[in-house]
């Protein structure tokens, strides 16, 4: 397949470039690399093809949704993104004359097998939200050929500019100096080993960011009581910090800074929240702005508020035309059987309360942090497949009933949760009839 002439799919050279130049910077910042490059051995890279206007966020949700099960436990890809075996899935779409086009990028730290047998499990993917699409894998890179290449230039390059380099003025020195002692600040806090400033003992107030890189940031700028999670698990040393002292979550301004902050809420006692701007991450503030996040920091509960609505403006502008949602006023097996005859193939979900009323609509990628946030929720009813995780969090909210296209591996039936799949739905009818 001819590759494209932009992107990753573009001139080989600024692909490696790329891909080692940001290994290079952020080693450079002293970051430990989880789930991006550090640890990858290859680039999964494929292209998407949809009969319709797809957005990112419809892709990932798509690629996380429709492969949930189809390889067991041992290569579930949220399973293999939360221990680091796999890193961020990079996803860029353009949309033109009702058709949308683009290429997705997998870092994988597998062998060369599961590798590939991830990949190809990607091809199995029919539909990206309400649209037709197809997904093909162009190729396989090994990382490692690329880092060969990039050493073998950098060298050439390293080799001429070495004696035609400026020696630094004083200032700069001195601005090296001072930067090189805020870094060996940095400690391991905890039985946890948690990347911090050396003021987390001393200070009432603790700062909660992602990773180590941004406690780097933090101490750059005097900021010695910063303490990282180290990834969307968080460690029991955070949850009993949080009961001690005064907590601020300090996230980045994207997805996965609302992810780190909801996973927070659900363990830990946080009392502020504070965001980068949009787009940016902690790690890559200026002073200026790392302070004036800071100073703008909002109280747990009005960040949780405008968390809610925010997901519930973006299910409504989704919509161009607004569906006429079903209302059920029959209870039992005959209320579920409009939404179980609606919702294939759309890959939405309803919650329902007692009496089988919608009280919200949201998308299958959606449904954990939904049914989290969403009281007097009775029954789920989705076009997706019944796992263990949602199956703990539906027990945890006093769920009675979950309903999916289909029940995946649960080792765990909570007594008070009952677990159906249509087929089930439909039998049970029938033999009412």
Known sequence: MQETSSGLFGDPMKRQKAVIGEIIRK?????????????????????????????RPDVVGAIFGQTEGLLGDDLDLRELQRTGRIGRISVSVNSRNGRSRGSITIPSSLDKIETAVLG????????????????????????????????????????????????????????????????????????????????????DAIIVVEGRADVLNMLRYGIRNAVAVEGTSIPKTIV?????????????????????????????????????????????LTKKETIKALRNKIPVEQAMTELFEKQLKEESQKEEVKEEVPVCQQEGLEGLKEFIDKLPGTLDAYLLDGKYVPKIKVSVRDLVDAISLTDDVRVVVFDGVVTQRLVDVAAERGIERLVGIKIGNIAKKPVDLKILSFGDMIEEQDEMY
């Open 27 to 55: 080693k450079a910042g002293g970051a430990r690399i989880r789930t991006d490059i550090g640890t990858t051995k290859y680039l999964i890279f494929a292209q998407i093809d949809a009969n319709g206007v797809v957005e």
């Open 120 to 203: 190809a499990s990607l091809e199995t993917i029919d539909r990206v939200g309400p649209c037709e699409a197809k997904i093909t894998v162009t190729k396989i890179e090994d990382v490692r050929t690329l880092k060969r290449n990039y050493v073998i230039d950098r060298a050439k390059q390293l080799v001429k500019s070495m004696f035609t380099d400026v020696l630094p003025e004083s200032q700069e020195i001195t601005e090296e100096v001072k930067e090189s002692i805020r870094i060996k600040e940095i400690t391991k806090y905890g039985k946890d080993s948690l990347p911090a400033g050396p003021n987390i003992d001393d200070s």
């Open 240 to 284: 009993d910090l949080s009961k001690e002292k005064t907590v601020t979550c300090f996230v980045d301004g994207d997805r996965g800074g609302e992810l780190i902050f909801k996973e927070l809420m659900q363990v830990a006692e946080v009392d502020y929240v504070a965001r980068a701007p949009p787009g940016k991450e902690v790690e890559d």
